[in-house]
């Protein structure tokens, strides 16, 4: 490792980690649910959260500020007060009996740095700004209209017409512009009044965030850069309608049975997506939600509907493209071969979001560096850094290695390879 600086900025990050391992023991005990961690937002455990941040960031004396949407905004003073800042944060809610450091990790990493700073005196060339961000996990807590991650796109302005009325909290089973009344906040300012972030103010966007698959792990490295993060294309209430007959009494041939339509779809849709794996493409799929009415159905009823869910995501989005033409010629084939009829008219699509190329290079330098073993890697779940991305922000995402994969209460992150993480972030925060 080169002398001086890194050295310095090194021992200065490993002498907060104490502080920071203590931080996970306590927030994980406050919002204990079950096996895992709840911390829903705009509701009690996110707010805990919040609170904990709060006070370190009091404790270093920064700068704090909330806007109307919720998040919270903590300012190091760097060298040149005038010029564009470097941007660091990460969310604080989880999904329900979640794990505690999917999006908290993020944050305390931010707070571990600063402290770093304030620890060795080090000034960064440019203010450094820890945003602790709201309602990331939407996908888990919101239905109706909505674009997910409610505070980053929030705070950059990005909803749609009319999104503060159509996302439905599930928690609170009232609007999210009601749940953040409720919460203290101020959905009419979100609606009227120009975004709290203005892209161009922002020179970089860096966020570091537990791995929530076992490449890491798989492969024997602690810190992973994160190349990109995939778009997805996503069919959220597909049907297949056949008919309901007598299961006994009606000839096989003279049946329109849903269930064994829509296997046949589902097995044909996994071989022609895994020979584009076998191309060399980029993407996963899956349904995650699969069934009959039971309600309806019985044992001697042949199955008149059957509702799906298609999950495809992947970096390249002409193979997402691929895969939605090969879903709607599987079911134009099924659905003539066998009586049936297929709704797959609600397809929603995001697009693949490549982090920026110099922050990553910038990453893979501070890593040389500071001597840590990194490699690139994918990500698979959507993340806050996306939506900087897309507002022209600079953004990169720094991955901490991680056991047993995220959204469950089995998550592992080891707090030496958190260390190193957090490093790292110093690093580029110094530096940006
Ligand atoms: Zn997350």
Known sequence: MADTFEKKLSSAVDAVIPKANAFFKDIEKRTKDGPGVTRPPYLEGEQIGHDMVAEWAGE??????????????????????????????????????????????????????????????????????????????????????????????????????????????????????????????????????PPHLKPERIASYTELHIEQGPVLQTEGHPIGIVTGIRGNRRLKQGKVLGEYTHSGAVPQHYRHDAVLAAAEFI??????????????????????IFHTDADVNTLSKVSGQLDFTLDMRSMDVSALDEMQKIVTGIAHDIAEKRGVTFDISDFAAVAPSPMHGDERAKLH????????????????????????????????MIFVRNDRGSHNPDEAMDIADFALGVRLLAWKLAMA
């Open 267 to 288: 097995n044909r849709l996994e071989k022609e997506g895994l020979d584009l794996i076998d191309q060399g493409r980029d993407l996963v799929f899956s349904s995650g």
């Open 365 to 396: 330098e501070g890593a040389k560096a500071l001597g840590i073993d990194a490699i690139d890697v994918a990500s698979g779940g959507g993340h806050d850094a996306a939506e900087f991305e897309r507002m022209g922000v600079p953004a990169s």
């Open 60 to 193: 270093l004396d920064l700068e704090t500020s909330i806007d109307a949407a919720g998040n919270m905004y903590m300012v190091y003073p760097g060298e040149d007060r005038d010029a564009s800042v470097a941007m660091t944060g990460s969310h604080m809610d989880t999904v329900p009996k979640g794990g505690n450091y999917d999006g908290a990790a993020g944050v305390i990493a931010g707070l571990a740095a600063l402290d770093g700073f304030r620890r060795a005196e080090i000034t960064p060339k440019r203010d450094v700004v820890l945003m602790a961000i709201r309602a990331e996990e939407a996908g888990s807590w919101f239905t109706g209209k909505h674009g997910g991650h409610m505070g980053s796109r929030a705070a950059l302005g990005m909803y749609m017409d009319n999104e503060l009325e159509t996302a439905i909290h599930l928690g609170t089973k009232t609007s999210l512009g009601e749940a953040m009344a409720n919460a203290g906040f101020d959905p009419d300012k979100v609606a009227n009044e």
